[in-house]
């Protein structure tokens, strides 16, 4: 008996999903695509500049539990972006007591390079696909986005949750 025995997916889906997943979010990958684009950063300062760009200022807590890691290791994250100036703390207007780590406009020139390089990859993987299959592609992936989000919200594991904490 192997180690994979019994562990097989019914779901050609949960399979495939479970193998992207898993390539996309190893440091490698998601270096790789930042060295494609000219940005030369450690992965979790790259999760960082991508959750604080799509999701607005977050205070380090919230950063914290995104990139599953602890507090110690996330204020060396920010003070590594923070002496590079990509990101500059602020106070936080609900709370004298606590700040909230900002993007500085080297930091968002950063973020829309990584941007592009998510551009860029998903053309290079989508060679030879017609125009139909990923016209189709885009919509089924945000139905299945919507489901998901909605089923984490009802589970109450949906990444906003830990920003209103």
Request: aromatic share 4%; net charge negative.
């Amino acid at each position: 008996m192997t180690e994979a025995d019994g562990l097989q997916y019914r779901s050609d889906i949960v399979a495939s999903l479970t193998h992207v997943i898993g390539t996309w979010t190893t440091s490698d990958f998601i270096a790789a695509v930042a060295r494609s684009s000219g940005v030369e950063l450690d992965t979790p300062s790259i999760v960082t500049i991508t959750l604080i760009a799509r999701g607005g200022p977050q205070r380090p807590s919230a950063l914290a539990h995104a990139l599953v890691t602890g507090a110690s290791n996330m204020s060396k994250i920010i003070a590594r972006l923070e002496s590079a100036a990509f990101v500059e703390r602020r106070t936080d207007p609900d709370d004298a007591r606590a700040s909230l780590v900002h993007l500085t406009d080297r930091g968002a020139d950063v973020a829309r390079s990584l941007t592009r390089a998510g551009d860029t990859l998903i053309e290079a993987l989508l060679v030879g696909w017609s125009a139909a299959d990923r016209n189709e592609f885009a919509r089924l992936l945000s139905k299945f986005d919507a489901s998901s989000s909605a089923y984490a919200r009802r589970s109450n594991a949906h990444p906003d949750a830990a920003r209103e904490s």
